[in-house]
């Protein structure tokens, strides 16, 4: 489904839904993984993902991995649900009990401050139950740009990060 403002130029800020409509659609990852994201509001996002055969560890519990990821993805999309470019600048995750095959992981994110261009969100990852699996906290860079270029009529002029103004830290290990 096209973005609300593709099909009428004149809308000039996308919603929350928009953008993640638009990020969904270059989501190979998450397509590959089978999440499911729906963006309640500006910074609050929710992901769902089922726990596959492929996707566990040699325990045969949910590879840690794959609760980050999906717990990632909630803090990617309620980042950019402003179609703001960001990036992720530290994240955390503490794992509180495992899950299992078949299960249904929910990841729940949501922004609990901004501070000039840095944005603090937290992610609940909790299983059918409602128990706590693993609590997430990203930290986000907002940068120069659209999330999904393009998208904002509103912002003719503005550029996107170009790969020559990444700053690249020495490795001090």
Request: hydrophobic fraction near 40%.
């Amino acid at each position: 489904m096209e973005p609300d403002n593709l099909q009428n130029p004149a809308k000039t800020k996308p919603t929350p839904q928009d953008v993640a409509r638009a990020m969904y659609a270059r989501d190979g990852l998450a397509h590959s993984l089978n999440i499911t994201v729906s963006v309640l509001q500006a910074g609050h996002c929710r992901a769902r993902m089922v726990i596959r055969d492929d996707m566990v560890n040699i325990h045969g519990l949910c590879h840690d991995g794959m609760t980050f990821t999906l717990a990632g993805t909630a803090f990617t999309y309620a980042s950019h649900s402003e179609n703001n470019a960001a990036v992720t600048s530290a994240a955390t995750i503490t794992f509180l009990r495992p899950a299992r095959v078949g299960e249904t992981l929910t990841a729940e994110c949501v922004e609990r401050a901004r501070q000039h261009k840095t944005g603090v969100f937290d992610v609940s990852v909790t299983d059918e139950g409602g128990q706590v699996v693993a609590i997430f906290q990203g930290l986000s860079k907002t940068i120069t740009g659209e999330a999904v270029p393009g998208l904002d009529p509103s912002r003719d002029g503005m550029r996107d990060i170009l790969e020559t103004e990444i700053v690249t830290l020495p490795d001090i290990f």
